[in-house]
């Protein structure tokens, strides 16, 4: 008997996105393979609807870069921002039918100096680290576009506590 193919569950509409920098706030960004061109920050779906956000982002930081936080000495900080944005149209297939808003938990994630991600092939083309400001003009989305912006305010932060 042939294996049966399950349908593919429904996308949860909350997510994290995941700013990666550095001290000097150089900035990692990916290039989606769905969309080459696409250039974003580590961005992901919770896995399950009690999920905690911070584990959701440490989660699509491993799945997504191969960096396991703790051990390359990160610091992941939640900045207590959320987006909420209308899900663009080429993408809503993957979200339960009538689904069209998403809630994203913005996340920096600050590690000691640019590392050399392992990307997964099926998901991203391409990384490169960027100046803050050139990350910024670099992102496809504009809520990914302000969190970088948003940087140095927040890593200025981190640094005073």
Same mark, same amino acid.
């Given at each position: 008997? =042939?294996? +049966?193919?399950?349908? $593919?569950?429904? $996308?949860?509409?909350?997510?994290?996105?995941?700013?990666?920098? @550095?001290?000097?706030?150089? +900035?990692?960004?990916?290039?989606?393979?769905?969309?080459?061109?696409?250039?974003? !920050?580590?961005?992901?779906? $919770?896995? !399950?609807? #009690?999920?905690?956000?911070?584990? @959701?982002? &440490?989660?699509? +930081?491993?799945?997504? @870069?191969?960096?396991?936080?703790?051990?390359?000495?990160?610091?992941?900080? #939640?900045?207590?921002?959320?987006?909420v944005y209308?899900?663009?149209?080429?993408?809503?297939?993957r979200y %339960?039918?009538?689904? *069209? &808003?998403?809630?994203?938990? +913005?996340?920096?994630?600050?590690?000691?100096? =640019?590392? @050399?991600?392992?990307? %997964?092939?099926?998901?991203?083309?391409?990384?490169?680290?960027?100046?803050?400001?050139?990350?910024?003009?670099?992102?496809? !989305?504009?809520?990914?576009?302000?969190?970088?912006?948003?940087?140095p305010r927040?890593?200025? %932060?981190? *640094?005073?506590?």
């Amino acid at each position: 008997m =042939p294996p +049966v193919d399950l349908p $593919k569950p429904f $996308k949860i509409p909350e997510s994290v996105l995941v700013v990666i920098h @550095t001290p000097d706030l150089q +900035v990692l960004l990916i290039e989606r393979a769905d969309h080459p061109g696409y250039w974003q !920050s580590v961005t992901g779906s $919770k896995d !399950s609807l #009690d999920e905690p956000p911070a584990e @959701t982002a &440490r989660r699509e +930081v491993l799945e997504e @870069t191969g960096f396991d936080i703790a051990a390359v000495g990160g610091e992941l900080v #939640d900045w207590q921002l959320a987006n909420v944005y209308e899900i663009y149209p080429q993408w809503r297939h993957r979200y %339960a039918p009538g689904v *069209t &808003r998403n809630t994203e938990h +913005v996340f920096g994630l600050q590690l000691p100096a =640019p590392l @050399t991600p392992t990307l %997964a092939p099926r998901e991203h083309l391409a990384w490169v680290w960027l100046p803050w400001h050139e990350a910024a003009d670099r992102c496809f !989305s504009p809520s990914n576009a302000e969190a970088v912006l948003q940087l140095p305010r927040f890593s200025a %932060a981190e *640094t005073s506590t």
